[in-house]
């Protein structure tokens, strides 16, 4: 925070360039009333740095310190570098909400599932439960990303009988996905190819467009998904 003297005038820190080579990363205000990136420092992060998730595992490498001349209230004046590499399969942040209920109408959770998915959960899914007094009731469950946290959290109090959600924040480990599309009876198919540190782990054909290729060719969808797995192990897309 505050400003600092260019030979533009006078700039309120961080500086328009600093401000904008730091768009998408995340940064910390510090409250000091100096300027303590610069647009060199920004460059050199936006250029050389990956972003790493917290609680994520480094492999520490090398370590570089600098030293500068200005005297700050409350820490030296000492820039710390680590030189490493993020664990080799990287953890994702995300959040479970949960509900418990044993008055909603079973409609009513379908259709709020439904739109927890278009707003941009990840996954959804409910659980039967025994409640208090013996009454059975479900769990409602929704896995999403903090971005998506509060809009799925109200989501599920104003489309379902919730008067309250239980939070709790998870890591998860996720492969490499990527797509890749075959033709299986003349019909285009999706394939999702998973790999770990380039090494194929899974493969799976979109069941959507199975059973659209299904309903055209007049064959059971179990032998469209042998089918599609032996077209794409016959190409070279899993070698590039």
Do not use: Y
Not at 16 to 38: D, M
Not at 63 to 91: F, I, Q
Not at 191 to 204: D, E, F, I, Q, S
Request: net charge neutral; hydrophobic share 45%; glycine share 8%.
């Amino acid at each position: 925070s505050g400003f600092v003297e260019t030979d533009h005038g006078r700039l309120p820190v961080p500086a328009p360039a600093t401000a904008a080579l730091l768009e998408g990363l995340p940064v910390e205000l510090s409250g000091l009333r100096t300027e303590l990136t610069t647009p060199t420092g920004a460059a050199l992060l936006r250029a050389l740095a990956v972003a790493v998730a917290p609680g994520a595992t480094l492999q520490v490498e090398r370590t570089g310190w600098g030293a500068g001349k200005k005297v700050l209230a409350d820490r030296p004046n000492a820039l710390r570098v680590w030189l490493g590499s993020a664990a080799d399969t990287p953890l994702d942040r995300l959040w479970l909400l949960e509900t418990n209920l044993d008055d909603a109408n079973p409609e009513w959770l379908g259709h709020a599932l439904e739109l927890a998915l278009e707003k941009g959960a990840l996954d959804v899914w409910m659980t039967s439960i025994q409640m208090k007094k013996n009454r059975p009731g479900t769990m409602v469950s929704v896995l999403c990303r903090a971005e998506e946290r509060e809009l799925l959290r109200m989501l599920l109090c104003a489309e379902t009988s919730a008067i309250g959600v239980r939070e709790q924040q998870l890591t998860r480990m996720a492969l490499e996905r990527a797509h890749a599309e075959v033709e299986v009876r003349g019909q285009p198919v999706r394939v999702k190819v998973a790999r770990h540190r380039g090494k194929v782990v899974n493969m799976a054909p979109e069941h959507e467009d199975l059973k659209r290729a299904s309903l055209l060719v007049g064959l059971p969808v179990k032998q469209l998904h042998a089918e599609a797995l032996a077209a794409l192990l016959a190409s070279d897309v899993l070698t590039e």
